[in-house]
Each structure stands twice: as structure tokens, then as C-alpha cells.
């Protein structure tokens, strides 16, 4: 393309990650790339690693510049986006450009989109999409050593301000992403294989295990979950929290840093996990570790973690295909959902929804020809908008379907079709309306979860917590008053910061209030919300953890 002079950067907009604004005519002599994103564009979030790459090869001769421009209202807010630059780790400057007008002065026309200027202020080139690391790198290459050549480049590593350096996050969770809810009856755990040594002397009409365990450390573990356990994707700490209901910690998996490493619970490592499915038989808690690309296994029975699906490469196929679980490259699994031998998989990155079997280790694409899209039909024709929430009632599979802001439903029985059941079903078609069916509007939905013949949504950026009737499609309010804040009470009296997640067992719904970095419980009888409070879980780094509750699995077997 011709040499176009770059336009300035307007004054007295919203600075993040800077102590102050920055102009093109101050980066003159140095590279510029200018990154148009919005946070909860999964493209977007698949260029980040590109342009740290980038950052880290050339800090000398070259500036990234996020320009934020919002796709959803939402995402307009100052305090949101600084939620996501500290999410996402992003380390380079952004200007918060919410009316659009730096993305109107470039012409650009799709998230993401990276515009290369040279170090005359000249835009020479742009790139939109992901998947365009080799070129760019090639790309800024060649204009460094030109201009070394012309004695015009300026070789200075340049510092700023960044938002993890002024507020650095020491919460106990962060950025929780999903919750799941899991309860174990005592009829169930004495049934499980690995619970016959302690359940030896239990009689066929035992209905409470405290009645044949002794008290004691290894059992007071056993004794707290028959009932209920969370297991928590602390995915800002890349790790699995497991816990009570009460907020007891029994596990902490991961050693809070960002990588793909199997071994016991100590040595594994995470990649911003997400969803996850639990298997009370085998006690094997399945996670899509998001940002590795990657399936895992946590064994509860040996300590272990193990990769099942992936390689920790992202796949930027499309078309549908199959093949053997660790063989195939996966993109940015989001949510999972165990239907018996079957795991269904919510394949944000790739816009369909995948489905592994358990028993073969074959994986592939299950509904979604790829397009970013909204159809119905059948399963090969249908398309998804980065799915990000799976629930079942058993007959069907239900989809938060967050880029088109609506809520979609799978057969997974004989002749599965794809339904819409409420939202608009468009890109654009985003808000904050009860109603029914395509009259409903929600805005980017990250969570579904199906509790007493109802569907519960995190209507994510509404920060509200809706219900929904799955077979009228009828929508409804039940918690949050719209406002992003933490404040417990009932109903829509109660304020969430960007709820993700949502779990239920009986009559309780877990939220993962993800900017809140925390877990609320909700009483569904009453509405009645509260905080949990993780006594003793401290951040990586910050504090260490009693260990000790990592000693015994979940049903009180020592590993």
C-alpha cells in the first residue's frame, strides 16, 4: 500500500498502562504498531501473545499501542479496560478510543486489526485477523534495518507506567472464570472404588458417614464433602482452587504460574483455565486449560495432572475434523460439559462446539461450520459466535453463545438440530431487555447453567444473573441492578462485576463474579447473595499456603 502519514492520536482521551499521553510524533525514529482490539473479541485476545513476542524481540526500535475500541457498551468504561489489560497482562500502552474516531481516522473495518508504522510516522502496511505473526516479524524487520541503514532509527527501550505496577493484584482469587458445584451423597461415595477401604464397615442403610469415620485430620475431609465441593478456575492465578461450599480450601493446584507442565498438584502448571467437568467415579476433575489450547486431567486418586487433548498450539482450522485427542490442536477451549463417556467442549476460538469420547480418545467437531455466525438447522450446517458456557438438562446442550449475545440450544440425542432460544441471534443485537424468545436482549453471556427445570445466565457484561425458560424462551432479571460493584443482599438489589461462571447444586448457585475475584452464593429459594471467604488461600507468591490439605483426595484416600 502507498505511504499514508499516520494521524495524530486526539488529545484528552483515556490513557492505561502510562503515566501520561503519549503522541506518534514523540515514537518518531522507533517502529509503531498500532493494535485496534476490544477485550471480548477472542481474536483480539489470540494477537496478544504476537505482539508480546514482538515487544520482547525488538525493545529497542519498537512501540505497541493498543487502541481500544469498544464493541460493547460495556466495554467502553475506563475501569473495565484497565480490568482487562490487568486480565490479559498486557504491558504496552492503550488509549481508550470508545467513540471510534481513531478507528474511523485509520478506516479500519475488523477486530483485531494491527496497522505498522514506520519511523517517519508513515502507516506502510496493516494486517487484520490473527495468525499473522511471521510476517509482521518479517515485516518489522526490514523497516529496522532500513532505517539503521538511514541513521533514522532511535535505539531506546522505552518504560511505562503499567497498571500491574501501580495496583499490583495480591487477591486470594483472580479473574475467576468458572465455578462448578459438585455434590456427593453418602450412597454415592460409598459406591466409589476408591472409597471402599474407608467405607468398609458401612451398612447398605447408613445414611450419614459420620456415623462409621472416626474424627481426625484425614478424615475431616471426607466428612465435609459428603455434600457438596467447589472446584474454582482461578484462571488470573492460572490454577484450580478446590474447596467446601464453606470456603474450606482442600486443594490448590498449580503452581500459580502461566505454562503447560503435567506432575502432581505442585509442580503442574496452567494457562488461564476455564471451565471444567468432574467425574465422581473415577474422581477425575477435566479442565479446558484456555490459553494452553489444551484439554487436562486432575487425578484426584494419584496427585496427578495430565494433558488428554492438545499440544499446547493453537489450531487455526476451521472445517471440521477429527482425529486422536493429543494428536489434534485445539483453540481456546472455554467450557466443558460431561454427558456419560462424552465431553463437550464450547471451542470459543474456533466458533463450534466440539465432543470428545472419554472411552476412545477421539476428539472433533461436534456442531459449527466455523463461520462466526447465527444458524440454526442442523449440525453441520449450524454456526456458533466464540460459545463460552455449556450446561445440559440431559437432552440437550445449552450454549451462552457471547459474541451474538444470545443463548442456543443442541439435540444430543438422535437427529440433533440447533435452536436458538432467546437473544437476537446478530453480532450487534446486544442490551438489557426481559422478555421472550428473539424480543430478549442480552450483552456477551459467558455462563449458562440448568438448575430446577430453568436456565440461569451470567448476562456477563449486564452484570446481572437472568432466568430463563428454555422451552418458552421467557427471560427474567433475578439478580444485579446493572451496576458493576460488590455488594451482597437479594435479588436485584445485589451488585457483580462481570459474572462468568455459574454452578448450581439444590438450591444453591455459585457465581464466579470474575472482576470481583470472587465467589458469591446464592440461596435460590430466597435470592438471598453472599461472598464466600477462602480462609487461608492466599495469592502465588504472596503468602504460602498450609499445604496440608493436598494430602488426601477428595473423598479422604491419602495421595
Not at 490479559?88 to 474516531?101: A, L
Not at 498438584?265 to 474422581?283: R, T, V
Not at 459467558?446 to 451470567?458: K, R, T
Request: one cysteine or more; hydrophobic letters at 40%.
Amino acid at each position: 500500500m502507498p505511504r499514508v502519514r499516520a494521524p495524530e492520536f486526539p488529545t484528552n482521551y483515556p490513557w492505561l498502562n502510562t503515566d501520561k499521553p503519549i503522541s506518534l510524533e514523540s515514537l518518531k525514529g522507533r517502529v509503531v504498531i498500532l493494535d485496534f482490539w476490544t477485550y471480548c473479541c477472542i481474536n483480539c485476545l489470540h494477537v496478544l501473545p504476537d505482539l508480546k513476542y514482538l515487544e520482547q524481540k525488538y525493545p529497542d526500535s519498537l512501540t505497541v499501542i493498543g487502541v481500544h475500541s469498544a464493541k460493547f457498551d460495556n466495554e467502553k468504561e475506563v475501569e473495565n479496560i484497565r480490568q482487562a489489560i490487568l486480565r490479559y497482562d498486557i504491558e504496552h500502552p492503550v488509549i481508550v478510543d470508545s467513540e471510534m474516531t481513531i478507528w474511523q481516522n485509520y478506516a479500519v473495518r475488523a477486530w483485531p486489526t494491527l496497522m505498522v508504522i514506520d519511523p517517519e510516522s508513515y502507516v506502510i502496511g496493516y494486517v487484520s485477523g490473527e495468525g499473522n505473526r511471521a510476517a509482521l516479524d518479517e515485516l518489522v524487520g526490514k523497516l529496522i534495518e532500513e532505517y539503521k541503514e538511514k541513521n533514522a532509527i532511535n535505539f531506546e527501550s522505552l518504560s511505562f507506567s503499567l497498571e500491574k505496577q501501580r495496583k499490583p493484584l495480591s487477591t486470594p482469587l483472580a479473574f475467576p472464570g468458572k465455578v462448578l458445584a459438585f455434590a456427593i451423597t453418602a450412597t454415592e461415595a460409598k459406591q466409589l472404588h476408591q472409597h471402599e477401604a474407608l467405607l468398609g464397615e458401612m451398612t447398605e442403610d447408613s445414611e450419614c458417614l459420620d456415623e462409621i469415620i472416626e474424627p481426625g485430620p484425614a478424615n475431616s475431609v471426607i466428612q465435609s464433602l459428603v455434600g457438596s465441593c467447589l472446584f474454582i478456575a482461578d484462571s488470573g492465578h492460572h490454577r484450580i482452587v478446590v474447596s467446601t461450599i464453606e470456603g474450606e480450601v482442600l486443594h490448590v493446584i498449580g503452581t500459580g504460574k502461566p505454562g503447560l507442565t503435567d506432575g502432581n498438584f505442585e509442580e503442574a502448571e496452567f494457562f488461564a483455565p476455564q471451565g471444567m467437568a468432574f467425574d465422581a467415579e473415577s474422581q477425575i476433575l477435566y479442565v479446558a486449560d484456555t490459553e494452553n489450547h489444551a484439554l487436562r486431567t486432575i487425578d484426584f486418586t494419584t496427585g496427578q495432572v495430565q494433558t488428554i487433548a492438545g499440544n499446547g498450539e493453537q489450531s487455526h482450522e476451521i472445517v471440521p475434523q477429527s482425529g486422536k485427542a493429543l494428536e489434534i490442536k485445539l483453540n481456546s477451549p472455554w467450557d466443558l460439559e460431561r454427558v456419560g463417556h462424552r465431553l463437550f467442549i464450547a471451542m470459543a476460538g474456533s466458533h463450534q462446539i466440539w465432543e470428545m469420547n472419554l472411552d476412545t480418545g477421539i476428539i472433533g467437531t461436534y456442531a459449527g461450520n466455523g463461520r462466526e455466525s447465527c444458524v440454526d438447522g442442523n449440525l453441520a450446517e449450524s454456526a456458533f459466535s466464540q460459545p463460552s458456557g455449556l450446561a445440559t438438562d440431559r437432552l440437550e446442550l445449552f450454549v451462552a453463545d457471547s459474541e451474538i449475545s444470545s443463548i442456543r440450544a443442541i439435540g444430543i440425542d438422535e437427529n440433533p438440530q440447533v435452536r436458538t432460544v432467546c437473544g437476537s441471534g446478530d453480532l450487534f443485537g446486544f442490551g438489557d431487555l426481559d422478555g421472550r424468545a428473539d424480543e430478549v436482549r442480552l450483552q456477551h453471556c459467558l455462563g449458562v447453567e440448568y438448575a430446577q427445570n430453568y436456565l440461569w445466565i451470567a448476562d456477563t457484561y449486564n452484570h446481572k444473573i437472568k432466568r430463563i425458560d428454555h422451552r418458552s424462551g421467557i427471560c427474567r432479571t433475578m439478580i444485579g441492578d446493572g451496576t458493576p460493584g460488590h455488594v451482597d443482599g437479594q435479588g436485584i438489589s445485589v451488585r457483580l462485576f462481570e459474572p462468568s461462571g455459574l454452578s448450581a447444586i439444590g438450591p444453591h448457585l455459585f457465581i464466579a463474579d470474575t472482576n470481583n475475584h470472587a465467589i458469591r452464593l446464592v440461596e435460590l429459594n430466597t435470592l438471598e447473595v453472599k461472598t464466600l471467604d477462602f480462609r487461608g488461600l492466599c495469592a502465588p507468591d504472596v503468602c504460602v499456603p498450609d499445604r496440608a490439605f493436598g494430602s488426601t483426595s477428595l473423598l479422604g484416600k491419602p495421595i
